[in-house]
């Protein structure tokens, strides 16, 4: 009795201490990830988000990560924004969403905004390039933004169930075109194998449409009405 009686208080004693180590590791995390955030004072900054409402919510910028563009000497990095979380402290605490990107063109680097403020939101931006390349090599022909502009549902945030616009750019982020506003889901794009056009196919109200566009000049080629769609089920 007395042997399983030193047993079991050596049991409990060792998954106390294993319970210590697991709260002192989460401790030590919560720690460091706040040490990280204050080393980086020039990375983040906290402003207010204006919406269609009367209030406005606390967001932190915070820069990405560099992105190359193929085949061209240009690079960009995407103006990330979050919700500040108090409880915790790191970077990683919430989702980041696009704001802005900053273009980087050239040996010299020369910078530019692709917008003047950074109240809208980057769902995506995509190097179109055609499946047809030599030697493996598929540089970018252009850039296709996919953004939402203002908060259309009233809900008091910018998201996906927002009405959607597109625009084209050139690979420097210049040249810069809104070709199509209102969508409300972006289906699917293809470059043609010559490298010349883009057809966009997406759903606007009730309609599927394809629409054909120059990645020389944006101008829209041609449109076709694919079906009409119920929005009921």
Known sequence: MEHNRFFDVVS???ALLLLMLL?????????????SEQRQPGRTVEVSEHMNTQDSQKIELHMGNIQHVSGHDVHYVELQSKKPNRKFSSAYASHSQ???ILFFVGEEMQSHWLYDHHRQLVHSIINLQHDYSRNGKRPTLALLVKLTKEDTNKDGKLSEADEQSMALMHVDGTGYQEIETGI?????HK?????KTLV???QAGTKVIFKKYSL?????LAERVVTEVSIKI
């Not at 470059?191 to 490298?195: I, M, P, S, T």
């Not at 020389?216 to 829209?220: I, L, P, R, S, Y």
């Open 12 to 14: 409990r004693i060792n």
């Open 200 to 202: 966009l196919l997406m």
């Open 23 to 35: 709260v002192g590791g989460v401790i030590l995390f919560s720690v460091l990830g706040f040490q």
């Open 216 to 220: 020389e000049t944006f101008e829209k």
């Open 191 to 195: 470059v043609a194998e010559d490298g």
């Open 184 to 188: 409300q889901h972006f289906i699917d």
């Open 98 to 100: 696009t704001r802005n």
